[in-house]
């Protein structure tokens, strides 16, 4: 009798481990070469922004119109019929990428799934709520909803097979591209999990991919979610201890809305938790676990209304590239292992946001600025020397740079006039705000001229508008004044540094005068 046949040792790829190496050097090369600035408005639009975020140097929560994406823009910055309709479009879209994300969880295997009665009351509460809320927030669809849209997509390519549901796994990808078109900075969260879906399949094939997948989407997780500054200690301290209190305070809210919304995405991930648990295997240990992470996957979004650290995707990113791939692996490893797992995330994030209490102090955000700026010195600053610091900043620049109404005039009549797609102007409505952000360029602002269609029958009806509600003439001399005023304020701001120098260390130079603006700002 024959004996049976010994289960062959698992084993590495060369390859695999070759693509995985190189991929490592050319980030970390990536991540050094790149000149560290926030990104010129000049690469508005262009795929250079996504190499740039990629590269860990773009600030995910900037002013920046390609923030938005490339179609986001013109949804969320509009006030026209044409973008009531785009939202109906995109807006529709997404629900039914909802609807139908819903559909694949219940999918047991080989076979057509059954939609019971259950499933559709689920995904007909569900899915209008989520996008509800979308519509409802400060751009179109907000780091809530388009978290959850994330964190489904990657569950769903994980558990379908290629072969069997090729038609699924497509309409996935074009829910993710379209979450892509409407948030420019989803292209930089989707783009490591393609990778990692790449790096499946090539690496290993007989041996487990659990363990160097787990430890690179941990190291991802943390380069996103400390808003790409993993070099810089200050902001990953203040980055890992907001990340970490998203456990420790849990529901603390500060308004009827966010207590509303936290709530509501609570009970969603609660149901999501149920259903996922509900089709994730017979034992009941697995339901239990996989449904405890998407339980904490609801706190941490329910913890994201207001806690944000240069960012829209920050809490949400962490989560969907921590614990949802905690979930998959918790899906192929042993019970036991995946339960001490979780408990050492829990523990060893709870043990961190106690540690850094003491080492990072509570600050608002302008000191949080100042405080990054100097270095993080906590010990010869103390929060009452930042506070002064920034006020003094404040009545400096303030004094300096007179911002009135009519400058925004100016943005959209020269936008309108010239039929830009983009004024590169700073209209923000205080001076204070406006210094504090950035420096004013000792140059008149640079307009990057794009001939756009829409925009140009957009703007005759503004421009018919403008013209009845003040006359031309007036308004002309309106703008030549404030642009002196503006011109004098400047080069007033320019001249003289003092204390603003010593309090930020951004500020510009003498010698930076010279600098051209297709230049980044910061350096």
Same mark, same amino acid.
């Given at each position: ?30 991540? +050094? ?30 002013? %920046? ?19 009531? !309709? ?16 819903? &559909? ?43 978290? %959850?849209?994330?964190? %489904? ?5 994980? $558990? ?84 970490? #209190? ?74 969907? &590239?921590?614990?949802? !791939?905690?979930? &998959? ?6 019970? $036991?292992?995946?339960?001490? #797992? ?10 961190? +946001? ?57 943005? $959209? ?6 039929? %830009? ?37 957009? +703007? ?49 130079? #003498? ?13």
């Amino acid at each position: 009798m024959k004996a049976a046949p010994q289960e062959q040792p698992k084993r590495v790829s060369i390859a695999g481990l070759t693509l995985l190496a190189l991929g490592a050097i050319a980030f970390v090369l990536l991540n +050094n070469l790149w000149p560290y600035s926030t990104p010129s408005r000049a690469l508005d639009g262009s795929w250079a922004y996504v190499l740039h975020a990629l590269a860990g140097k773009a600030h995910f929560g900037s002013e %920046l119109v390609f923030t938005y994406g490339p179609l986001g823009f013109l949804i969320a910055h509009g006030d026209t019929p044409d973008t009531y !309709l785009w939202r109906l479009v995109f807006g529709g879209l997404l629900l039914l990428g909802v609807y139908w994300q819903m &559909f694949l969880l219940r999918f047991r295997g080989p076979g057509a799934p059954t939609l019971t009665v259950r499933d559709a009351v689920f995904f007909l509460v569900f899915a209008p709520l989520a996008v509800t809320y979308a519509f409802c927030g400060r751009i179109l669809f907000p780091d809530g909803a388009t978290s %959850l849209m994330l964190a %489904l997509c990657m569950v769903n390519l994980v $558990r379908l097979d290629a072969t069997e549901h090729r038609t699924a796994r497509l309409f996935i990808a074009a829910t993710l591209a379209t979450l892509a078109l409407v948030k420019g900075t989803l292209i930089a969260i989707i783009a490591p999990f393609m990778i990692l879906m790449v790096i499946r399949r090539a690496c290993f094939r007989r041996g487990s991919w659990d363990a160097p997948i787990a430890a690179l989407a941990f190291f991802l997780a943390l380069w996103l979610a400390t808003g790409n500054h993993l070099v810089d200690l200050p902001s990953f301290l203040w980055a890992m201890k907001e990340i970490s #209190s998203g456990f420790t305070t849990g529901m603390q809210a500060d308004g009827a809305l966010h207590r509303q919304t936290r709530m509501a995405f609570l009970a969603l991930s609660v149901l999501l938790a149920l259903r996922y648990a509900d089709s994730a295997g017979p034992s009941k240990s697995d339901r239990a676990i996989v449904g405890f992470v998407f339980l904490v996957l609801g706190l941490m979004l329910t913890k994201h209304g207001t806690d944000r650290f240069d960012g829209h995707v920050f809490s949400p990113t962490f989560t969907l &590239f921590a614990l949802s !791939l905690m979930s &998959f692996i918790a899906a192929r490893t042993s019970r $036991r292992a995946a339960l001490l #797992s979780v408990a050492a995330v829990l523990v060893s994030v709870i043990t961190l +946001n106690y540690a850094l209490k003491s080492q990072v102090p509570d600050m608002s955000a302008q000191e949080r600025r100042l405080w990054i700026a100097r270095g993080g010195d906590v010990i010869s600053q103390s929060r009452e020397q930042l506070r002064l610091a920034g006020k003094l900043r404040n009545i400096q620049e303030e004094q300096k740079t007179p911002l009135t109404v009519s400058w925004q005039i100016l943005a $959209r009549a020269c936008r309108m006039s010239l039929r %830009l797609q983009t004024v590169d102007i700073y209209s923000y409505k205080q001076g204070a705000v406006l210094a504090r952000k950035v420096q004013l360029p000792p140059s008149p602002p640079y307009f990057r001229v794009t001939r756009s269609p829409w925009l140009a029958k957009r +703007n005759q009806g503004f421009w018919h508008r403008r013209q009845r509600q003040a006359g031309f003439s007036s308004l002309l001399i309106r703008l030549i004044k404030d642009w002196r005023r503006w011109k004098t304020a400047s080069l007033g701001l320019n001249s003289s540094h003092g204390t603003a120098c010593e309090v930020d260390s951004r500020c510009w130079s #003498s010698a930076s005068r010279s600098r051209t603006l297709d230049t980044p700002l910061y350096h």
